[in-house]
């Protein structure tokens, strides 16, 4: 099926779409539904809704079976298809995602000492990382306006900008008085992605129309901002970012910025104290919440498909030791 679609996704930016154009179109932004996905509502709804936590979800147990049993292909087979989303979606953030993860492979390698990795594995991994870093390169290069793409703007661009941005946003709509930052919604912004689930059944058979919070933050921050010039004197364009700084003070303003940024933390800390004592599911939830905390900085990542994958991954741990309790 990816390949199917990797190769219709490159067919119609080559033919029918610029990059930026393509990019509007397979979110549905142009027409309301996705060329990519035969303009069929269905497709698009099963593959956000579905397939992309399961993705995340092969990412995270990945991780558990590499440091539990040695195995190394769930992993791989995961960050295979996660470069593979991003040629569909014309997107940099999937191979941002390899790119940590390797990174994240050599922390356990330092940190773990029963973790002993291959030097073929090392440089499977090395491989992947460069492979991602040029794909990113590559993409920002192809995505960037005006022909200005030399390393330094792609750099000022892509690596400064993009990872600081939602900071700026977060500063200025907290000076708008009429921002919806400020509708305080008590945990429903932050766990806007399980809601947009519970929704889903109900909307479809018009039991209810209402529209998920991950939605409303979604469309109120699509529009964009101006957030200065460049060296070029362009103005400076970005849109769709802000991180979880914007969920959580909607929830509860300062206060729930705090509380959550203490559980995330909490979190983090406690199951990396439990690794030694329960390596698959320890390493499957700590490797969630890492991913969740890091991309945390620069989008709401416990709004997406990210935090369905976690949850999937919660579910499997539950079940396996219902059937294994010595795991």
Request: aromatic fraction near 20%; proline fraction near 2%.
């Amino acid at each position: 099926m990816y390949i199917f679609f990797t190769s219709r996704a490159i067919y119609l930016m080559n033919t029918r779409f610029s990059l930026s154009q393509y990019r509007s179109d397979v979110f549905g932004l142009i027409s309301g539904s996705s060329t990519l996905f035969f303009n069929i509502s269905s497709f698009s709804l099963l593959y956000f809704y579905f397939i992309l936590p399961v993705l995340f979800f092969g990412v995270f147990v990945g991780f558990g079976y590499l440091l539990r049993f040695k195995k190394f292909g769930l992993l791989l087979v995961s960050l295979v298809l996660m470069a593979l989303d991003s040629v569909m979606m014309a997107g940099r953030f999937g191979f941002h995602y390899i790119f940590f993860s390797g990174i994240l492979l050599f922390v356990f390698k330092a940190n773990v000492n029963y973790f002993k990795v291959s030097l073929r594995l090392m440089t499977v991994i090395c491989a992947f990382i460069l492979v991602a870093t040029y794909s990113v390169y590559f993409i920002s290069e192809t995505r960037s306006i005006n022909g200005q793409s030399n390393i330094k703007n792609l750099f000022e661009n892509f690596v400064i900008d993009y990872h600081t941005e939602s900071f700026h946003i977060l500063d200025y709509e907290l000076n708008q008085p009429d921002s919806i930052i400020h509708d305080f919604t008590l945990g429903f912004s932050t766990f806007s992605g399980i809601e947009r689930y519970l929704l889903l059944l109900p909307n479809l058979i018009k039991l209810t129309s209402k529209i998920p919070e991950v939605d409303i933050i979604g469309g109120f921050l699509h529009p964009a901002r101006n957030l200065g010039i460049d060296h070029f004197g362009n103005i400076k364009w970005y849109n769709a970012y802000a991180s979880s700084l914007f969920v959580l003070y909607r929830d509860g303003a300062i206060f729930g910025v705090v509380l959550g940024s203490f559980l995330l933390g909490f979190f983090v800390q406690g199951l990396a104290y439990r690794l030694p004592m329960s390596v698959f599911s320890s390493t499957l939830l700590l490797t969630g919440f890492m991913f969740m905390s890091i991309y945390s900085l620069f989008q709401a990542a416990f709004t997406g498909p990210m935090l369905a994958g976690y949850i999937l991954s919660i579910f499997t741990i539950m079940k396996i030791k219902l059937n294994r309790n010595n795991i």
